[in-house]
C-alpha cells in the first residue's frame, strides 16, 4: 500500500490553545491535545493511532517500542485501534485494517453527550476505501473521539455506524489495544479480572477459570477475559502507580505479554521491552458486535493515572474498582 499522503489543511476547529495540529511527510501528520500543566495526548492521523499520552509532570504513561516502524506497518505502541477484526478471527490480516488507514479529521461530527468542561478533544473519521470494500464489503463510518479530561485522563470514544444502502448488516470484532507503560512486568498486578473465565491463545483459544486473586506476570500471557468487569486496576508497585481502565459497550479485555522469546522475534520490538510493557485491551471479541444499515455501535475507554503506594493502603485497588 502506497504511503498515506500528507494531510489536507486543518479546519478551523484545530485552531484552539488546547490542540495542535502538527504536519509532517509521509502521513505522519498528528495532533496534540495540551491539559493542565504537562498533561498532553498525542494523535497520529495514521491509524487514528494515540501515540503519547503524558501526566502533569510530562511523564509517559503509554508504552511506544524503540524500534516501532513507519507507516504503512502498524506502529508498535501506544493505542492501535483493531477493527473490523480482532486478532486472526476472520480472513483480513491481524487486528483489522483501521490501524494501517490514514483517518481524517471530522470537523463536522455528530454531537456527542460529553463533559462541556473538555476543551481539549479532537474528532477523527475513517471510512472504507475502494480497496477496502473488496476485502470487507460493508461500508461504515467510524468516528473516533479522542479527549483529554481536566484531570489528565484521556478518553476514546468510538462510535461505528452501518451505512449499507443494499440493506445487509454485518458484524465485527474489536479492541483498544493499550499499551501500558510499566517500570518492571514481574512487579505489576492486574485487580478486577480474577475468577474471570477466559481464552488461552497460548493454549487454542481454550476456555479457563482465572484463579482468585491478582493477576502476576511470569511468562507469556495471552488472555481474552470473557464479560469482564466495566473496571480493571493495573497497579504497578515500583511505580507507585495505578491505572484505571473503564470500558463501555466492551465485554471483554486481552491481556497481553509477549515475553522474552516472542519479544525476540518481534523485529518492530526490543528483545527486553516486554519487561516495561502490559497490554490491557478493552474489546469485543467472543462475541462479535453485529450492526444492521443505520445502526450505530458506540465503545468508550476510560483511562486514568492515580498515585497509588500500595503498600502504604493509600489506594486500594478493590476500593477503585468498586468505588
Ligand atoms: O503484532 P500485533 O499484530 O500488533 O499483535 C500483537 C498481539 O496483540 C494481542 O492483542 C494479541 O492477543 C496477540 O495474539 C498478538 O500477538
Not at 486543518?10 to 504536519?23: D, K, M, T, W
Not at 475468577?195 to 481474552?224: C, H, P, W
Not at 473496571?231 to 507507585?240: P, Y
Request: with cysteine; charged share 25%.
Amino acid at each position: 500500500m502506497a504511503a498515506a499522503t500528507p494531510h489536507s489543511p486543518p479546519p478551523q476547529q484545530l485552531s484552539s490553545p488546547f490542540l495542535e495540529y502538527i504536519r509532517a511527510p509521509g502521513g505522519l501528520d498528528k495532533v496534540v491535545l495540551r491539559g493542565r500543566r504537562s498533561c498532553s495526548v498525542e494523535i497520529r492521523l495514521f491509524g487514528g493511532q494515540v501515540t503519547s499520552w503524558k501526566n502533569d509532570h510530562g511523564e509517559e504513561l503509554l508504552f511506544v517500542s524503540s524500534k516501532a516502524i513507519k507507516p504503512p506497518k502498524p506502529f508498535r505502541g501506544g493505542i492501535p485501534i483493531c477493527f473490523p477484526q480482532f486478532g486472526t478471527q476472520g480472513n483480513l490480516e491481524q487486528h483489522g485494517f483501521a490501524r494501517n488507514r490514514l483517518w481524517a479529521i471530522d470537523d463536522n461530527p455528530p454531537p456527542l453527550p460529553v463533559n462541556p468542561a473538555i476543551k481539549a478533544f479532537v474528532d477523527l473519521i475513517l471510512k472504507p476505501s475502494e480497496d477496502d470494500l473488496k476485502m470487507w464489503p460493508h461500508s461504515f463510518e467510524f468516528r473516533l473521539r479522542i479527549a483529554l479530561g481536566a484531570g489528565g485522563d484521556l478518553s476514546l470514544t468510538s462510535r461505528i455506524r452501518n451505512t449499507n444502502t443494499d440493506g445487509r448488516p454485518f458484524s465485527y470484532t474489536f479492541a483498544y489495544h493499550t499499551y501500558f507503560s510499566v517500570s518492571d512486568i514481574s512487579e505489576v498486578r492486574v485487580e478486577g479480572l480474577e475468577t474471570m473465565d477466559y481464552l488461552d491463545n497460548m493454549k487454542g483459544k481454550e476456555r479457563f477459570t482465572e484463579q482468585g486473586d491478582a493477576i502476576v506476570f511470569e511468562s507469556e500471557v495471552d488472555k481474552v477475559y470473557l464479560a469482564a468487569p466495566s473496571k480493571v486496576a493495573i497497579i504497578d508497585h515500583d511505580m507507585r502507580r495505578t491505572f484505571v481502565v473503564t470500558k463501555e459497550g466492551l465485554p471483554d479485555a486481552v491481556v497481553w505479554n509477549p515475553w522474552d522469546k516472542k519479544a525476540k522475534a518481534m523485529q518492530d520490538f526490543g528483545d527486553s521491552e516486554y519487561k516495561h510493557m502490559l497490554c490491557v485491551e478493552p474489546a469485543a471479541v467472543e462475541k462479535p458486535i453485529t450492526l444492521k444499515p443505520g445502526e450505530e455501535w458506540k465503545g468508550r475507554l476510560g483511562l486514568s493515572a492515580v498515585p497509588s503506594s500500595y503498600c502504604s493502603g493509600q489506594l486500594d485497588p478493590l476500593k477503585v474498582l468498586h468505588g
